[in-house]
């Protein structure tokens, strides 16, 4: 029979593992947002600083937890059956983390949408997948034996299958929306499918990985699914830094990333629904709600023949006198022949 180390720690340290490396990334993604997007507006930096240090925490904990009977308690095997506080920890910094990604794409399904279902749908989920990771750290705190967790299978189930539901309603709610207003033009298509394919990629790790770890908890009483589980945090917040570092990547031959920001959004917001495609020195704005529909500014140049009254001699007629024409080329004032202008 293999040691309490083997079948719980083995899957923890694993976890913490993978955690620790997607914590690297987080580090990475946050330093771009910030040196990238300087023109965000204030509440969704601080949005971003709490989540970093949301993932910091957790990291923290993580490694606490897997220090304690590995290295604290080394040689005592009872103390690798039982979780501590800090393990406790860990279902409701998921859930915090979790829900604050999920109310943040609930905003952006509101935006661009405009749909209060689909946003009082996603926050109840969020709601309930919230109070089912506290509610399995209070169950933790009170049975800490790992053998014994199934015995609050209901609130897990609640935390992740809810978590797993919003995710998914979140995916269907933007490629949805995306793909019915689409232009019929091949560049702002392209874009199009760029973000459906960002959006499907983001929503699915998060909700895949959460029923996986659900299908293995129901499954099998060993620690297997906390490798699936102790990542979770940090796949929400690098879903949601790699949506908001790819809006530079949304605009066709746009320049730098400081003036960018998530026009998607900011066009709905605003009433209008276009999505703006920048190329060279001229700018285009292509409706995303009729197909076949371009703005076009069109700029006209008139010629004018201005006479020089000062080089105009007494008694001379006026058809007889030198007169200066616009050059459009030149952009200057030049000599022309002006008999029969006027």
């Known amino acids: 029979m293999a040691s309490p180390a083997v079948l719980t720690y083995g899957p923890i340290f694993v976890g913490v ?3 620790i490396l997607l914590y690297g990334i987080m580090i990475t993604q946050t330093y771009l947002y910030f040196n990238t997007y300087r023109k965000d507006r204030l509440w969704m930096k601080c949005f971003v600083g709490i989540l970093f240090l949301c993932d910091t925490l957790n990291c923290a904990f993580d490694i606490t937890f897997l220090y304690i009977p590995l290295v604290g308690n080394f040689g005592n095997d009872k103390s690798l059956t039982y979780a501590t506080w800090v393990f406790a920890t860990d279902p409701v910094m998921t859930a915090v983390i979790g829900s604050l990604v999920q109310c943040f794409f609930a905003w952006r399904v509101k935006v661009l949408t405009n749909s209060l279902t689909a946003v009082i749908f996603i926050a109840t989920c969020a709601l309930c997948q919230f109070c089912g990771g506290l509610g399995t750290s209070i169950a933790v705190g009170m049975i800490p034996e790992f053998v014994q967790f199934q015995r609050f299978e209901v609130i897990v189930i609640v935390w992740l299958a809810f978590s797993a539901v919003a995710d998914c309603a979140i995916t269907v709610a933007l490629v949805w929306h995306l793909r019915k207003h689409k232009t019929g033009f091949a560049a702002t298509d392209d874009i199009v499918n760029r973000i459906i394919r960002l959006t499907v ?4 790790i998060t909700a895949v990985c959460a029923l996986v770890d659900l299908i293995l908890f129901l499954a099998t009483p060993a620690g297997l699914h906390l490798a699936f589980n102790l990542p979770l945090s940090k796949l929400y917040t690098n ?4 949506s908001l570092n790819s809006r530079s990547g949304w605009k066709y031959g746009s320049g730098g990333g400081d003036t960018t920001s998530d026009d998607l959004n900011r066009t709905e917001r605003g009433g209008g629904r276009h999505l703006n495609v920048r190329g060279g020195e001229s700018g285009r704005r292509v409706s995303m709600m009729t197909p076949n529909q371009v703005y076009i500014d069109v700029e006209s140049h008139e ?3 201005v006479i020089d009254s000062k080089v105009m001699p007494r008694g001379s007629a006026i058809s007889d006198m030198p007169s200066r024409g616009y050059n459009e080329k030149s ?4 000599a022309a022949n002006t008999s029969g202008c006027l």
């Open 239 to 242: 879903s949601l830094m790699s």
């Open 201 to 204: 990629q983001t929503g699915l």
């Open 331 to 334: 952009s200057k004032l030049s």
């Open 17 to 19: 593992v993978f955690n």
């Open 303 to 305: 010629m004018v023949d």
